[in-house]
């Protein structure tokens, strides 16, 4: 099988285009990702598919098997390889995800793609979360993780969030309590997590706990719903600059919470796996 290997802010995943191989199993997909048994990555996206609601489908599987609804950064690089690959240019082109359909063009030069992400939404219903309605008078709930009393809030755009505001933050925070929210019995379906500490009106910072990959050197939609979350609690304004341990990330916050996501997608390698490594056991 043939891989072409991206990263997004070393967010780095691995395309599998069908024209040169089945999508494997969930085992297989534990292999190809595994960075020491296999080749190494953050996920699979897998894509061109066909698809009636736009002019790409693409599925998006994370490394330990299981499929995400959403990626900003494997939005990204997906357009990236297409363009690479010679089936967009710089118009504008859509594709198709499980968590809905984005609009993504691609700046002269492949140096910047921008994405429409879709609205965030917070009703707690869409995630599915078992727990209390926000609302805009009491949009964040309590959480007692490890000790400790945080007061979260819940975004959905396609995949679900919970943003954790802090007055500071770190990769440790992140890898201890983002990994045991991530799995709390609040979200049945797991979540992804963002530790979100406000620099400015127009600068957060935040720390990522990824759903089904662990702790994640930047992550385009988490950057939009810390993005979101900042902004409807009062915190920023509406064009706001996400640092995270890989790079910046640009959100663009319309009406109705709908977010425009802009950063860079970087081509890696083209890699031939071989099927040999499937027999060893991870």
């Known amino acids: 099988m043939q891989f072409h290997k991206y990263h997004a802010l070393g967010n780095d995943y691995l395309v599998l285009d069908p024209k040169d191989g089945e999508l494997p199993d969930a085992a297989g997909i534990v292999r190809i990702c595994h960075r020491n048994f296999g080749l190494g990555s953050d996920g699979i996206l897998y894509g061109p598919l066909e698809t009636n609601t736009a002019g790409f489908g693409l599925r998006i599987l994370n490394p330990d098997g299981s499929e995400a609804e959403k990626s900003g950064n494997g939005l990204r690089i997906f357009a990236r390889y297409l363009h690479d690959t010679g089936a967009v240019s710089n118009a504008a082109f859509t594709v198709d995800t499980p968590g809905g359909v984005v609009t993504c063009k691609i700046a002269d030069g492949a140096e910047s793609i921008t ?168």
């Not at 755009?157 to 201890?176: D, F, M, R, T, Y």
Request: glycine letters at 10%; one cysteine or more.
């Open 115 to 282: 994405v429409d992400m879709g609205k965030v939404r917070f009703g707690m219903d869409l995630i599915p979360v078992d727990g209390p309605e926000q609302s805009d008078h009491n949009p964040g709930q309590k959480l007692h993780i490890n000790g400790t009393d945080y007061t979260v809030y819940i975004a959905d755009i396609g995949n679900p969030h919970c943003v954790v505001p802090l007055p500071e933050i770190s990769q440790e925070l992140a890898c201890k309590d983002g990994a045991a929210i991530e799995v709390h019995p609040l979200f049945p379906k797991r979540i992804n997590v963002q530790f979100l500490k406000v620099i400015d009106r127009s600068n957060i910072q935040i720390e990522i706990w990824e759903r089904g990959a662990g702790y994640t050197l930047a992550s385009g939609s988490s950057s939009s719903a810390a993005a979101a979350v900042a902004h409807r609690i009062g915190l920023c304004d509406k064009d706001i600059t996400v640092h995270m341990p890989g790079g910046r990330i640009g959100i663009e916050i319309g009406d109705d919470f709908a977010i425009r996501m802009t950063g860079p997608a970087t081509r890696v390698a083209t890699m031939d796996f071989d099927e040999e490594a499937l027999g060893f056991s991870v």
